[in-house]
């Protein structure tokens, strides 16, 4: 059902999505003379046109990582069927 490199790739692509939309962020903010030269990474998204990458960039990597989760959860579903069973007699 899904490819193993998605799988391996995903956390990846997520982490540099983030990385890559605090270096931008802070870059047109110190730039721009919005925050001073080591700012607060929260403070880098406050004031536009800076506000507007930082919410894109942290909003991609957010979906990045909610695709991981529901990823792994249907593998896990897929290749242990009987885990689930299990804890179904061990609840009740």
């Given at each position: 059902l899904f490819n193993m490199k998605i799988c391996a790739v995903l956390p990846i692509?997520?982490?540099?999505t983030v990385l890559?939309?605090?270096s931008v962020s802070c870059t047109m903010?110190?730039?721009a003379g919005h925050v001073p030269p080591w700012p607060q990474i929260s403070m880098?998204?406050?004031y536009p046109p800076e506000?507007?990458?930082?919410?894109?960039g942290f909003t991609v990597g957010s979906v990045l990582l909610a695709?991981?989760?529901?990823?792994?959860?249907?593998r896990n579903e897929r290749f242990q069927p009987?885990?689930?069973q299990l804890?179904?007699?061990h609840t009740q």
């Open positions: 692509v997520a982490l540099a890559a939309t605090i903010a110190i730039s880098c998204g406050m506000r507007y990458v930082f919410s894109m695709m991981l989760l529901v990823i792994n959860h249907v009987m885990r689930s804890w179904s007699v």
